[in-house]
């Protein structure tokens, strides 16, 4: 049982209780033998079933400036505003390495459709908690190329598939402000 006085004292627990989002990020970002521990860590996620009812699409280097191309596409063909269309290649490009979660549902009488995303969904943060752990730091994305049918496309995800979160990853450029006193988790439950 651990010291619940000494938080500090139990990595785990200071990653999670501590866990910070980074909007700002640079080189270095996650490499292959760091990528290979983030994606196994998201293959540990809790899943219904053994479904695995998730996959990844990575960009790095030029694969972002290819993302970001398709972003444009999307954002040109949905008839998007402008300044919309004119920002789309820049997305990706505000961090080394962008995971695109998908949630890929697998066709089963058991497991409901909102399990299979939730677990997809779980992938996310278990990379994020997992780059941190690596010394790397990321921000969780969705905006409008979550939901764009037309960035499916480009992407090739199925009828089937969502789009879960596009993971940003790499060095934050500067530090986050400290993290602003949390409301007392007793809020946010009730006893039954
Ligand atoms: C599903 C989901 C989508 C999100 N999409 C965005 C986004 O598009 N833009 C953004 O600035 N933050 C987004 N966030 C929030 C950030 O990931 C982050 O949690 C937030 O900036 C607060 O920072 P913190 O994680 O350090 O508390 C999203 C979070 C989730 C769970």
Request: one cysteine or more.
């Amino acid at each position: 049982m651990a010291d619940l006085n000494d938080e500090g004292a139990n990595p785990a627990l200071d990653l999670l209780l501590n866990r910070r989002s980074h909007h700002r990020l640079t080189d270095p970002g996650p490499g292959d033998a760091a990528l290979d521990l983030i994606l196994r860590a998201a293959l540990r996620v809790p899943d219904f079933g053994r479904l695995r009812p998730f996959r990844f699409l990575a960009a790095r280097g030029e694969g972002r400036i290819r993302l970001g191309q398709a972003l444009q596409r999307a954002a040109v063909a949905a008839g998007r505003p402008p300044h919309v269309v004119e920002r789309a290649p820049r997305m990706p490009l505000r961090a080394p390495l962008v995971i695109v979660a998908i949630a890929s549902p697998r066709a089963d009488q058991t497991v409901p459709l909102f399990d299979q995303q939730l677990c997809a969904a779980g992938t996310v943060l278990t990379m994020q908690l997992a780059a941190r752990a690596l010394g790397f730091s990321g921000v969780w994305r969705s905006g409008w190329p979550m939901y764009d049918r037309g960035v499916h496309r480009e992407l090739d995800l199925t009828e089937q598939e969502q789009i879960v979160g596009f993971l940003y990853l790499g060095t934050p450029v500067q530090d986050t402000d400290p993290r602003p006193p949390a409301n007392h988790p007793s809020d946010y439950l009730v006893w039954l």
